[in-house]
């Protein structure tokens, strides 16, 4: 089906005299960065989304700012602008990759640059890798002192949201200090947190989140205000609504759009033909392989073809490179994945602007979140609603083509979704950008497990914070915890135990402790990871990723370090207790081997449809038997839903409505005869908290699909 996007134009602040930052004689942002000029007619260069952002953070009573606005519409200088008019103003930026955050330094180099300011006095940037870089470089230091270096050394901080959750739930110790100095300290520095497209995480993280704030705001003064700021243009209803309950006083700001050339307002998104093709019994690979003369036209029909690709897999995004490049030889095909170095990356930025030949860049969601590119041409795997939208607006954003053609492909195994869209959408339909967002978010969107889950988790995940800030810190942090169970039972109501029994009951059985651990962690723990040497490259990725497409060698972690550390790759990027098995690609191949999960305990032996610590893990249907091995010491915590006969795992992420990204596995007892759909760590806990909703598969007893 294919519809065609009109344009969008986004409103100009209206200016001097009407200005919500309170501009009367001159606009101070003109004023202090120049090179930005206004339109002719008018005299602000902002939008209208950006200065009431920055008006709400700087002069704003709302606890929380929302920022909605478009994606390609200036959303990150929205947020910074408040430290660029004023530079004691401190912000602590928060993003999900590292791309991001190398692509938001970039930005505010060259904002910085207008507004007359030092970028490499004012911006620190900081990640794990680099965390663990500075830890071995500096004498005599850890984390904790690196850390707490970082908060207090300059006013712009751009970091992950990993670390910020490290950090506000007590994780980082230091035995010289006590622990809650560097949470104290991260209350303190910023006057403004900025969440940038949040709206990729799920329930355990918005839970874990607005425990942080409700830390970080009973620990204020109210005398400084701080401000907390999400950027994004499809931030989930439920999870502001969790927020408002707590609490926070929120605020959301959407901007203001036309779809034709209106005076006082400048185009932000092209024209886009979009296309949305169903693969049925085509994977991705099979569609570019049917649709390579095709693609060579489109990238063609310019002058400078530019074209992105974004699929939700290492390993696929590897293999529709080799092909394309294979079927293309005109086309300089290029590859940004997590496996992928900054060096690679930077070149395939600078082919984009200056190669001669089109250029065709498959990626990953390396380049999926927030990164801008020069582009006329999109193709990209669907996933949920959010994304889809957020993948869209990656395309349009520069003018100088003369047609811009993206291409949705669906996955056979969610036939809902082109049936949902059939229903709001006509062929050949020209269509809003709120019309089509609104028809998207209708047929993409799962059932919403945001309540199931903070009625499962979400109490004990706050018992969790609370325990870990008495501990050592009793007395000291008693105040703020009193505080703290107040905001949180309006959210919980009396699930929230101030005394901890929940949390403490956990911690009586093995399951219960993995289970802590689980629920103490941000984006989960890394049950099947592999560190991979791949010719000069070297990466973690997931080995029921990884081992499908590719034949491999075992090596040592000893062998792995000396190769990377040779390639310039540090010891940091590969911590040891995260690794189960270091791997060394032989060939990547085109036939993909059906790699799947095995359990050698009896089916009687085994737990359904609660949680359990599993162990005796191999993986099967790889030519390399001994690979499969790794895993079968292990004990990893895992969520069982039984499969009747000839039924697939897929059955159970259809019927849930789960992304096509979830983590769910099909796993074989030893019978060998009885299947299981399997999910590890947080998707282990998300699927107890849907357990009423697999009723039609729990209640089997396993035994009697086999007998």
Known sequence: MKVFLKPLYSQFNPGIGHC???????????????????????????????????????????DVIFNK????????????????LNPNFRIMGLYPTIELVEDQTRSQQGWHSMFGLDAEERIDRLFGEELSRRVQQAEKSNKFQELLLAIQHKP????????????THFQYRNPAYGNDLLPLALADFPDLWVFDEFHIFGPHQEAAVLNSMTLIRRVQSDQRPRRFLFTSATPKPDFIDQLKQSGLETVEISGSYASEATPGYRQVLQPIALKFVELKDLDALGWFAENATNLRAMLQAEAQGRGLVILNSVAQAGRVARLVAKLLPD???????????????????AALKTAAQPVLV??????????????????????????????????????????YNAVVLLSGRTPWVMARLQEHLQPEQSVERSELQAAIAEAFDAPKELQDYRNRWGAIQAQGMLWKMGDGNTQVMKPVRDRMVIDLQKVYGFKL???????????????????????????????LQAAVWDGDRFYTYDLLRLLPYALVETTTREAFLDAANRAGVGEEAFPQEHIQIYLRVQEWVDDRFDVRLHCNWNTSDLKCCELTLLSRLSLVGHPQPEIGKCLYAKQLLAFLVPLGIRQLHWE????????????????????????????????????????????????????????
């Open 652 to 707: 159970v992420s259809r019927h849930l409505k789960l992304s096509p990204v979830f983590g769910l596995h099909h796993l074989t007892d030893g019978s060998n005869k009885q299947g299981y759909a399997c999910a590890f760590n947080q998707d282990a806990l998300l699927l107890a908290a849907l357990k009423r909703r697999l009723s039609k598969f729990c209640r089997l007893q396993p035994q009697s699909l086999i007998f």
């Open 362 to 403: 498959i990626g990953t969601s390396a380049v999926d979140v927030g990164v801008d590119f020069d582009i006329h041409l999109l193709i990209f795997d669907s996933s949920d609603s959010a994304t889809v939208i957020q993948r869209l607006g990656r395309l349009g954003r520069h003018p100088g083509f003369s047609a």
């Open 20 to 62: 919500p930052l309170g501009c009367e004689q001159v606009c101070q942002v003109h004023q202090q960065a120049p090179s930005l000029q206004p339109p002719p007619g008018y005299t602000c260069p902002l939008s209208v989304h950006q200065a009431q952002t920055c008006a709400a953070v700087v002069q704003g009573s709302a």
């Open 69 to 84: 606005a478009a994606t390609g519409d200036g959303k990150s200088l929205a947020a910074y602008a408040p430290g660029l």
């Open 156 to 167: 712009i901080l751009l970091t992950n949201p990993d670390i910020f959750h490290l950090i």
């Open 331 to 349: 086309v300089l095909v290029r590859e940004i994945s997590g496996r992928i170095d900054r060096r690679e990356r930077a070149e395939t930025q």
């Open 497 to 527: 135990k101030p005394w901890l029994g929940d949390w403490k009951d956990l911690a009586k059985s093995d399951i219960g402790k993995v289970t802590q651990q689980e629920l103490l962690r941000f984006r989960g723990g890394s049950t």
